[in-house]
Nanobody, 117 residues
Framework: QVQLVESGGGLVQPGGSLRLSCAAS??????????MGWFRQAPGKQRELVAR???????KYGESVKGRFTISRDNAENTVALQMNSLKPEDTAVYYC?????????WGQGTQVTVSS
């Protein structure tokens, strides 16, 4: 079993920045073989992809965050991070970390990000 724990959420003003981090533990040998990423879900909306990164550092971003968010991973520390800049009120959501390999997904509990003045 793989456990994912997110941290770094909170309240920030529009235009501000936050950095989310996700730490993986448990039965996660060969962390570099997992695709890692972030989804988010706002109230009343479907969960959507924010960003994902493969073990080969191939990156995909959701259209609404391109140019503002940056995903990175540290395979030695079993962590993945999401740097979020130029935050907008519409970025308000619960952000979930996930890990995927061979058709099996693991999810964190989520961390709330609220962008408001």
């Amino acid at each position: 079993q793989v456990q994912l724990v997110e941290s770094g959420g909170g309240l920030v003003q529009p235009g501000g920045s936050l950095r989310l981090s996700c730490a993986a533990s448990g039965s996660i040998s060969s962390f570099y073989t997992y695709a890692m990423g972030w989804f988010r879900q706002a109230p009343g909306k479907q969960r959507e992809l924010v960003a994902r990164i493969t073990g080969d550092n191939i990156i995909k971003y959701g259209e609404s965050v391109k140019g503002r968010f940056t995903i990175s991973r540290d395979n030695a520390e079993n962590t993945v991070a999401l740097q979020m800049n130029s935050l907008k009120p519409e970025d308000t959501a619960v952000y979930y970390c996930y890990a995927a390999r061979r058709g099996v997904d693991y999810w964190g509990q989520g961390t709330q990000v609220t962008v408001s003045s």
